[in-house]
């Protein structure tokens, strides 16, 4: 059977999110890129902003500006922040909260720099069940 273009975004996420980790590259779930002149520091979502791969499958990156700093942010469909990137895997409701709330520290029950990406990569693909059976609701919705 072939893949859904939401399966496609999902295995892309997880893989990405495993080079980081196998990698080694510097992991911080508050920032979402942070660029020094020792290397990049990101975030879940922000580590997959910097890849081609989910670059291509649609996901992108918005600059937002406030009084004194400008930050990047996912964007997909009008949504902005860690909400898009649900939205990018085809999630409504109360999933794509859950699934959002993954790349934010409030859900992981340990202070933020404790946080790491296998711990976030982990989070998603425990949500993996659900995630296929709303793809599969959404699917003989359209039927």
């Not at 600059?63 to 930050?71: L, P, V």
Request: glycine share 6%; aromatic share 12%; proline share 4%.
């Amino acid at each position: 059977m072939e893949k859904t273009l939401y399966q496609v975004r999902w295995d892309a996420m997880i893989e990405c999110l495993q080079r980081v980790e196998d990698e080694e590259r510097p992991f911080n779930i508050r920032f979402f890129v942070r660029r020094h002149a020792c290397g990049t520091v990101a975030c879940a979502a922000g580590w997959m902003m910097l890849d081609p791969a989910i670059q291509r499958l649609g996901l992108k990156t918005v600059t937002k500006r406030g009084i004194e700093k400008e930050w990047e942010a996912p964007s997909y469909n009008n949504t902005e922040g860690a909400g898009a990137i649900a939205e990018w895997l085809g999630m409504d409701g109360d999933l794509k909260n859950k699934v959002g709330e993954s790349f934010t520290p409030w859900c992981y029950g340990q202070p933020f720099y404790k946080i790491t990406c296998r711990d976030v990569r982990e989070r998603l693909e425990s949500l993996y069940p659900a995630v296929q059976a709303e793809w599969e609701r959404q699917a003989l919705e359209t039927v």
